[in-house]
């Protein structure tokens, strides 16, 4: 008797720290398994639910069918079909017919107003708050010049006590500024990105990577936040445009070509290029620079400028054709370098000359070689030799034309003859 009282205490313990334990519903779901599969079938159909409560006397094997154990099947049911009624509700509100549309006109026009009202409150938010983004843009420009101005007089970089100073404020208030400046400059380069790339669409194929595009269209972004006016009366993102397009402009117009050309007879150009698509189009002939001066009102001299600056830029490592390996530079000549050809001809030549000034006297000899700068001298002028032999220059223009005039004869002019179309 003692025995069964303690095996019947012990196991209400047990079933007790089951049920602390959260393992009790566990454990009869174990156990429910090894159940015949017919018991299990209909089982299944029922909800999770005890129907009564578990004593402590009874034992375990007697509790297992008091409990019904959820398949979740039947919920997945109820879902799908909830689905599917409500997919053929919206369908069927999509083709109602006109007579039916027409008795709730109020409602439907309340309903195709409310996404375009939401729209436009969004895009007016926006907008507002890029403005706001953009006075913190401005706060930040005005203290780097400060900090930039602190430099230039002081030469040493400056710390963030005397960057306050000069500011004006107190040390935690320039960090609080700081910060803001910098979360609204990025947000503003953010919410700007789009219209960014939009631009940039437009630059592509010049021979500018997108990245650098995209990085001068955040330039210009900031640049516009620094002279962005609310009180005018338009948007931020209408604002910006300009200068977004003007940094993208000049990025192109600086490294797009082989030759750097200013950024002005690059906007030239680009007015030359339509005005004369727009005249062959509308004219039917090529146009010629008067009609094209009329057209954008540049002069003339400008219109050559850039026509000329419209050449194409190569790159003399290119190759010839498609089907040949032979580049530019191995067939274009060196202009630098002379030719041995020349090189003889120059000697014949100076030694020809120096024959003809063998001739003269010493004094008119002389003279010539300072005057015309031979033996690779500088040329000198008439007051400079007269200064070097002691006398003025009247007789050194006296002793000049004696020399020439001695050169001019005939059998002179025809040692020098082979020379005269030489270059």
């Avoid at 030469?155 to 400046?181: M, T």
């Avoid at 850039?306 to 000549?333: H, W, Y």
Wanted: overall charge positive.
């Amino acid at each position: 008797m003692f025995v069964d009282s303690d095996v019947v205490r012990l196991e209400r313990d047990i079933m007790k720290q089951l049920e602390r334990l959260g393992a009790l519903r566990l454990f009869h779901s174990c156990l429910s398994r090894t159940l015949k599969s017919s018991t299990l079938s209909e089982l299944s159909i029922a909800p999770s639910k005890i129907l009564e409560k578990p004593s402590v006397n009874d034992s375990v094997d007697s509790q297992v069918d008091k409990f019904i154990i959820q398949s979740g099947k039947k919920e997945l049911r109820k879902l799908r079909r909830k689905t599917i009624s409500e997919n053929q509700r919206g369908s069927y509100m999509l083709e109602l017919p006109p007579e039916i549309i027409s008795t709730d006109t109020q409602q439907l026009k309340f309903l195709s107003k409310r996404r375009p009202l939401r729209s436009r409150n969004k895009r007016q938010k926006i907008a507002k708050n890029e403005a706001e983004m953009s006075g913190g843009v401005k706060l930040i420009a005005d203290l780097e010049k400060i900090r930039m101005k602190l430099e230039q007089e002081s030469g040493e970089v400056a710390n963030l006590g005397s960057w306050a100073e000069a500011a004006g404020v107190e040390k935690k208030k320039l960090q609080q500024h700081l910060y803001y400046g910098w979360r609204c400059r990025d947000e503003l380069l953010r919410s700007t990105r789009s219209l960014v790339l939009f631009i940039a669409r437009n630059y592509w194929g010049f021979g500018v990577a997108i990245e650098d595009l995209i990085q001068a269209g955040n330039l210009g972004v900031l640049q516009g936040a620094e002279r962005f006016d609310q009180s005018r009366g338009y948007k931020f993102s209408t604002y910006v445009q300009y200068w977004i397009r003007k940094s993208m402009s000049t990025l192109v117009a600086r490294h797009a070509r082989g030759i750097r050309i200013p950024s002005t007879l690059s906007k030239a150009i680009n007015q030359v290029q339509k005005a004369r698509k727009t005249l062959t189009t509308s004219h039917g002939k090529y146009p010629d620079d008067g009609e094209i001066a009329k057209f954008t009102g540049l002069t003339i001299a400008k219109i050559t400028s850039a026509s000329k600056c419209l050449r194409v830029v190569g790159s003399i490592d290119q190759k010839i054709g498609e089907f040949t390996n032979v580049k530019f530079m191995e067939i274009t000549p060196d202009s630098s370098v002379t030719s041995p050809e020349e090189c003889v001809t120059r000697q014949l030549m100076k030694n020809d000359i120096y024959t003809l000034l063998n001739r003269l006297e010493p004094r008119e000899k002389r003279v010539l070689i300072l005057r015309f700068g031979l033996d690779n001298r500088q040329c000198k002028s008439l007051e400079e030799i007269g200064r070097l032999l002691s006398v003025s220059k009247e007789w050194i223009r006296k002793i000049e034309r004696s020399a020439l005039t001695k050169l001019r004869k005939e059998d002179s002019l025809e040692i020098l003859s082979h020379y005269v179309y030489m270059q």
